[in-house]
């Protein structure tokens, strides 16, 4: 079985230009040679929030079975580093183009766009979302264990359990200062996600109709806090949507990461008569020089 010192661990930002903005993932271009307590490894080893691993090629450089591994455990989907990935393999293949990955969530089409400055873009398609209600009790939980006062939500957006590959419970601050202030408890934040299924809690604050900026806790994948998270925008759009908080075809822009020191934007795209959302953002890979872990 490979070990991390001989696979092929790249690394890369989504969600940014900058190799210290956005979220870094690690990508794997060749995982056949790694069983799941190898890739598991892997992913520790690097201490990213994701590491995805490209298990099989099902079509020549098109379409690839994908999964992803935080530190702690496999996640069934993962937008940040599905669009690492996308990246990498248009920079290795040399050429943008439209990719199929087949995930533990379902099958999720990329579209792979370059700017005229060189730079790439990918555009994931998510899985069919929805969206569930919390209960109070759970809600209560939540709030305890972020030490934040019932009083600090927005009353416009309801705290819902929204889905788009991954479950993730949605909390809106009323306020961009209690965004800004984020001190959990670890543990009993995580037993709850454990128990509720949960990837991430994403927490939003609204600054105008479309824009958004969102912090995600992450727990249960052994890091603080997921610097961007596009599974947690995907099944934003679909509750923003849902709840008709924003129009049924429209264009948001979210910014995350601003509050780490790792700024990050995704653009989600509602689409009328589809229910899948579309989120996109630029990518690009991080130099040796550069390459650290801000979230292990």
Known sequence: ?????DTD????????????????AGVVLDAAGLDDAGMLAVAAELGYSETAFLTQELEPGRAFTVRYFSPKAEVPFCGHATVATAVALAEHQGRPGDLVF???????????????????????TSVEPHTEDAAESDVAEALAALDWPAADLDPAFPPRIAYAGARHLILAAATRERLARLSYDFERLARLMRRLDLTTVQLVWREDA??????????????????ATGAAAAAFGAYARELALVPAESV????????????????????????RIRVGGAGTRIPEKTDDTPNA
Do not use: C, W
């Not at 790249?10 to 903005?21: C, K, N, Q, V």
């Not at 379902?106 to 730079?119: A, I, L």
């Not at 958004?212 to 052994?222: E, I, K, L, Q």
């Open 252 to 275: 948001l822009t979210l910014h995350q990461g601003d509050d780490m020191g790792r700024p990050g934007v995704l653009t989600v795209e509602l689409r009328a008569g589809d229910k």
């Open 9 to 24: 661990v790249l690394r890369y930002t989504a969600f940014s230009t900058d190799p210290e903005g956005g979220n870094p």
């Open 1 to 5: 079985m490979k070990s991390f010192t």
């Open 102 to 124: 087949e995930t533990r969530a379902g099958t999720v089409p990329v579209k792979v766009t370059e700017s005229p400055d060189g730079t790439y873009r990918a555009t994931l």
């Open 210 to 227: 479309t824009t958004f900026h969102v912090r995600d806790p992450f727990p249960v994948g052994g890091v603080i806090e997921d610097p």
